[in-house]
Every structure is written in C-alpha cells, then in structure tokens.
C-alpha cells in the first residue's frame, strides 16, 4: 500500500484562480516532506521542503503546510498561470529509511485560459 | 553547471537485450539514485549510492545493476531486458543523503525506454 496519497488524481482550473492539492502520509518516523512539480518530458523540480517544525513554506505563488499530528500536507497554488499547469508530487522521508523517499502518485493539475 | 545528465533520451530494446542507462552529475554531490516512473504511480527507486564504490537496493531493484566508480557517474546496467522495465527512468543527486537529511533533490530529465 502506498504510504502518500494524494487528492485530488488530476484537476482543471482557470487561469488566475486558486488551488489547494492535498497530501495524507503514513509514512514513520518523519523526518521531511517534499513537494516537486514535473512537467510534461521533464525530470521533478524541488518546490520546498517542510520538516517536522515547519507547518509552512512559501516559493513564490506556491505555498505548502504541513500539519504532522493529523499526516497531512497541503500545496496551495495562488493566481494561477499556464506554466503552472504539470503534475505536482508530494514526497515523504523517513529517519528510518536513510536514503529512501516515498513518492506519492502525483496530482495532474492543467491551468485553462 | 549543467546539473545532472542523462543519456540516451529515448531507447527501444527487444526483449532479452542489455544496455546501460548513463548519468552524471557536475555538482560534487555524494548522493545519487536511480526511479522508475510508471503511468499512475510514484516514482520507485531502483537502486541509490551514498558515495564512490557505495551502492544499496531501493525498492525495485530486480533486473538491474549499478556502481559507482566516480563520484560524478552513476550508471544503471539492464542485464536481460523485459517488457515489465518499459518505464521512464530518472537519475537524480543531493548534496547529502535525501532520507534523513534536508538536501534538495536535482533530476535529470529522464530516459524513455521501451522493451518489445
């Protein structure tokens, strides 16, 4: 079973509006959490990185939380743009896994004019 | 810099073929590993290194071989190709280890393969 889901699987918005992408983990003990925009053809780009002390993080429009007790991680994408449009992954470390990342499956988000 | 580089970009095999998937990276990173990306999934990692002659199995690691030489190169080694590896793979690199740690994570661009 995978320990990240992620909700919504793919999502269409419209240009300059807003949206929250959703992260739920299981993975233990934590140690950081990621979120990652892939565009089409193209290798992950780090978006931030949150561990346990942080409950947010900002890299320009995009804003991530984190709330460890409930496992849950939130991407928030502010006015968006078409470049915006990819797929966003939530990706989860644990102290006890040195090395080794869970990755979840992905939300497709496609940003319409 | 030019970061991390994979080669070839796209690659079709026949079943029972081997071949080696290349990468390199530029930023003296000690961490490097190899995913797979299949349709629907998270990317799997397939086998990692924490530095020079250092190489341990990730979750799928059936079907392929790795070493570490440099710490630059990283390649991963298809011994027998099977349509099951038809995947897109990618090699990334961080400047420490990705599990434990807080380093930002860099990918190359992916190589494309599909096995007949």
């Known amino acids: 079973k995978n320990q990240v889901e992620q909700s919504p699987q793919s999502l269409i918005i419209l240009e300059g509006k807003n949206c929250t992408l959703q992260c739920n983990y299981t993975v233990s003990p934590f140690s950081n959490l990621r979120w990652y925009k892939q565009d089409t053809g193209r290798g992950p780009v780090s978006l931030t990185i949150?561990?346990?002390?942080?409950n947010t993080k900002s890299n320009g429009r995009y804003t991530a939380t984190l709330d460890a007790d409930t496992k849950q991680s939130s991407l928030h994408i502010t006015a968006s743009q078409l470049s915006d449009s990819a797929s966003y992954i939530c990706?989860?470390?644990?102290?006890?896994?040195?090395?080794?990342?869970?990755f979840g499956a992905g939300t497709q988000v496609v940003v319409t004019p | 810099n030019a970061g991390v580089t994979q080669t070839p970009k796209f690659q079709v095999l026949k079943t029972g073929q081997s071949m080696t998937l290349q990468c390199a990276q530029d930023m003296n990173h000690e961490y490097m590993s190899w995913y797979r990306q299949d349709p629907g999934m998270g990317l799997r990692l397939i086998h990692y290194?924490?530095?020079?002659?250092?190489?341990d199995q990730g979750e799928v690691p059936n079907g392929y071989n790795v070493s570490r030489s440099t710490t630059e190169d990283f390649p991963l080694r298809l011994l027998s190709a099977a349509p099951s590896q038809t995947s897109v793979y990618f090699c990334?690199?961080?400047?420490?280890?990705?599990?434990?740690?807080?380093?930002?994570?860099?990918f190359g661009p992916g190589t494309r393969l599909t096995v007949l």
């Open positions: 990706v989860v470390s644990s102290t006890d896994s040195w090395g080794k990342l869970q």
């Open positions: 990334a690199s961080s400047y420490g280890t990705s599990g434990g740690g807080s380093d930002t994570q860099y």
């Open positions: 290194s924490v530095g020079a002659g250092i190489t």
């Open positions: 949150m561990t346990f002390s942080e």
